[in-house]
């Protein structure tokens, strides 16, 4: 059988027989694959550094009648902060929960892929805030998934001045007046407005390239919970691990 040579990272692990894996493994051009790891849970088998959760790595396989197997692979990144800091593990965790929901197989997955390697960094290798990164990314991952918010206009009179409320229901910012018509409306400060604008059309690599303080990461927090939530129709609750 050909073999295909992949980036992917691994999304979940489960262990299979005596010494195997089964992966999930999230790739730019295949959505999200299942593949059998044989002799990966060997202490010397040079799979072993490859199959672990939030491994990134380029992959060696064949696909087989229902699943990929997994030849050889060569680990990018492993992001080694997160295996060392229960906190920023859970937030790893959390996010990796949230890309399983809306990737499936066989899609072009690329942008969520880069979001993910991004955010996963800025976890793993930063000080900031790890609410703010966990907002940043759910608003980006909107934006991906179809959901940028409307920001230059009221999104319903049009008006282009005085845009200090977001609204949930009509998915972007609203002038004063329109605003109190709006019960799902939530006000905002001029450095929220500003990051909102900012995660909307930063580059890829720059979405966490910047800050945001006191009442302005809280009104950023609501409003992303709250419309990340709404339009998932689902509510993502950040657990702890044990």
């Known amino acids: 059988m050909a073999s295909i040579k992949l980036n992917g990272i691994v999304i979940a692990e489960n262990n299979m027989g005596d010494y195997d894996k089964m992966l999930t493994i999230l790739t730019p051009n295949y959505g999200k694959i299942s593949c059998v790891a044989k002799g990966a849970r060997r202490q010397q088998s040079a799979l072993l550094a490859g199959t672990q959760l939030f491994c990134f790595g380029e992959y060696l396989m064949y696909k087989g009648t229902n699943t990929y197997h997994m030849n050889s692979c060569e680990t990018i990144e492993i992001f080694y902060n997160l295996r060392t800091d229960l906190d920023k593990l859970k937030y790893a965790i959390h996010i990796?929960?949230?890309?399983?929901?809306?990737?499936?197989?066989?899609?072009?997955?690329?942008?969520?892929?880069?979001?993910?390697?991004?955010?996963?960094?800025?976890?793993?290798?930063?000080?900031?805030?790890?609410?703010?990164?966990?907002?940043?990314?759910?608003?980006?991952?909107?934006?991906?998934?179809?959901?940028?918010?409307?920001?230059?206009?009221?999104?319903?009179?049009?008006?282009?001045?005085?845009?200090?409320?977001?609204?949930?229901?009509?998915?972007?910012?609203?002038?004063?007046?329109?605003?109190?018509?709006?019960?799902?409306?939530?006000?905002?400060?001029?450095?929220?407005?500003?990051?909102?604008?900012?995660?909307?059309?930063?580059?890829?690599?720059?979405?966490?390239?910047?800050?945001?303080?006191?009442?302005?990461?809280?009104?950023?927090e609501l409003i992303t919970k709250i419309y990340f939530n709404e339009k998932l129709e689902k509510e993502y609750k950040l657990e702890d691990l044990f």
């Open 96 to 220: 990796n929960k949230i890309i399983q929901d809306v990737t499936e197989e066989n899609e072009n997955c690329y942008k969520i892929l880069q979001l993910f390697l991004n955010t996963l960094y800025a976890i793993s290798e930063t000080d900031k805030d790890k609410d703010f990164i966990l907002s940043v990314f759910k608003l980006r991952l909107l934006c991906i998934l179809g959901f940028t918010p409307r920001l230059l206009k009221c999104t319903s009179c049009e008006e282009e001045q005085d845009l200090n409320k977001f609204s949930i229901r009509d998915n972007g910012f609203k002038c004063e007046a329109c605003g109190r018509q709006d019960k799902s409306c939530i006000d905002m400060s001029e450095s929220t407005k500003n990051a909102i604008k900012y995660v909307v059309s930063a580059p890829p690599k720059k979405v966490y390239s910047f800050s945001l303080k006191d009442e302005g990461l809280k009104e950023f």
